[in-house]
């Protein structure tokens, strides 16, 4: 069992849904990652939060908009999104936001069909 | 631009067979190269960070080590319970955002 928790671990949606993956950590983390992973190829960053603001945004689509509510949460809001859209979602959280290690929840698979 | 290579891409062991895992890296400013197991349909589980080289970690049977140029990681004795993909990242963790560039990733599989 990972201390980060991903809900909901499947999703299936249309193009046209709004839908939301969560993600929560209780380990006292201040910085939060969601990362897409396609089938056989590693992980990419999407966004990072350090102390709930966010530091990074790996030039994501307007389409995916993430919201860290507090220091423990972490939401990725979907909205029309596209077939190639299709991951694993990973969230992933760190002591900060240096070269700590970060700890994985085990991700949501999304399906846009 | 940075770029993180791991091989082999796929690796077959009889159990009990050691062998090494190697991940080269270029990245600009590196601040931890990290070890992670993935399990298929799991999130990747934290193994090794290592930062400066000649560094060494060990956890049961994998031992990582790093140079100014690549890291191994080395398994010794395995058993099918080592099946996994393993990847390694290169961290430049530096207030902002600790980016990890990670490579493709070895996919072992231990038979008995």
């Not at chain 1, 809001?77 to 002591?95: F, K």
């Not at chain 2, 091989?7 to 062991?13: D, F, T, Y």
């Not at chain 2, 100014?68 to 961290?91: Q, V």
């Amino acid at each position: 069992d990972t201390e980060v928790t991903q809900t909901p671990k499947h999703l299936v949606m249309g193009m046209t849904n709004k839908k939301s993956l969560k993600c929560e950590q209780h380990m006292g983390h201040r910085a939060m990652y969601w990362y897409k992973q396609k089938a056989k190829k590693p992980p990419e960053l999407m966004f990072v939060y350090s102390y709930e603001k966010l530091s990074i945004n790996e030039s994501v689509p307007s389409r995916f908009s993430p919201e860290c509510p507090n220091s423990s949460l972490l939401n990725l809001h979907l909205h029309a999104l596209q077939p190639e859209d299709s991951a694993l979602y990973l969230c992933a959280s760190s002591q900060d936001a240096s070269n700590q290690p970060q700890h994985f929840g085990d991700g949501t698979r999304l399906s846009i069909l | 631009e940075d770029q993180v290579t791991q091989s082999p891409e796929a690796l077959r062991l009889q159990e009990g067979e050691s062998s090494s895992l190697n991940c080269s890296y270029t990245v600009s400013g590196l601040r931890g190269l990290f070890w992670y197991r993935q399990d298929p349909g799991k999130g990747p589980e934290f193994l090794f960070t290592l930062y400066s080289a000649g560094e060494e970690k060990e956890k049961e049977r994998l031992k990582a080590t790093l140079t100014k140029k690549e890291s191994f990681l080395h398994i010794t004795a395995p058993k099918p319970e080592d099946s996994a993909t393993y990847l390694c990242a290169g961290g430049t963790g530096a207030g902002g955002g600790n980016k990890l560039t990670f490579g493709t990733g070895t996919q072992l599989k231990v038979e008995l």
